[in-house]
């Protein structure tokens, strides 16, 4: 079992930047690769930002690539997600994720641990 605590989540205005961070505890942080998904009122939870367990390769949704920075701190057992430029659109409850066996996965039912999430609320 990995439990996974998010934190770093609140409300700023268009433009502005945030920093989240998910905490994970039990088994060995550094045998899973990690996501980063996102769920907005009304709508599907989807893929945010993913990076590898092992060389730290990454991948990002095109809405956010160029504006987010998906990072690892094995030695904390956290992982990170830089937010900037936000927009209105990036509201949204923002929820880590581990994967044990796929590398950068895109796919939320590849997941096999999941935080409960943290609110961001981006003003215009």
């Known amino acids: 079992q990995v439990q996974l605590v998010e934190s770093g989540g609140g409300l700023v205005q268009a433009g502005g930047s945030l920093r989240l961070s998910c905490a994970a505890s039990?088994?060995?942080?550094?045998?899973?690769?990690m996501g980063w998904f996102r769920q907005a009122p009304g709508k599907e939870r989807e893929f945010v930002a993913a990076?590898?367990?092992?060389?730290?390769?990454?991948a990002y949704a095109d809405s956010v690539k160029d504006r987010f920075v998906i990072s690892r701190g094995n030695a904390k057992n956290t992982v990170y997600l830089q937010m900037n430029v936000l927009k209105p659109e990036d509201t949204a409850v923002y929820y880590c994720?581990?994967?044990?066996?796929?590398?950068?996965?895109?796919?939320?039912?590849?997941?096999?641990?999941w935080g409960q999430g943290t609110q961001v609320t981006v003003s215009s």
């Open positions: 994720a581990a994967d044990t066996n796929y590398p950068l996965s895109r796919y939320r039912s590849d997941y096999d641990y």
């Open positions: 990076i590898t367990r092992g060389d730290g390769s990454t």
């Open positions: 039990g088994r060995t942080f550094s045998n899973y690769a």
